[in-house]
């Protein structure tokens, strides 16, 4: 039985790390795509001339860029964390960043 315990432990920690890298990023990077497209004006007709279009958010921009700097991160984060394992370290998270120490 514990063994059993074992197996469910580790498919829940994978099941979650999927959901959140395999499913999250992308969905992340969309709200990005939608955040500037809000910021932009949030239309995507032409307007004939002279007829004012939807009025610019800044909010939005910023909330794109934000994202994608999210996205950016969690990319860098699983590079560094592959490149790592190559050389025989482990990324910790003892601290506010994320550092690179030897396997214990």
Known sequence: MHNLTLAFEGAWKVLAASLILGAGLPAVFALGIRSLAYGAGGEAEVHETGTAGPKPHAVGTAGGY?????????????ITFVVATGFGKALSFEHVYPTIVDKH
């Open 66 to 78: 934000l994202a994608f700097a999210v996205v950016l991160l969690g990319i860098a984060l699983g």
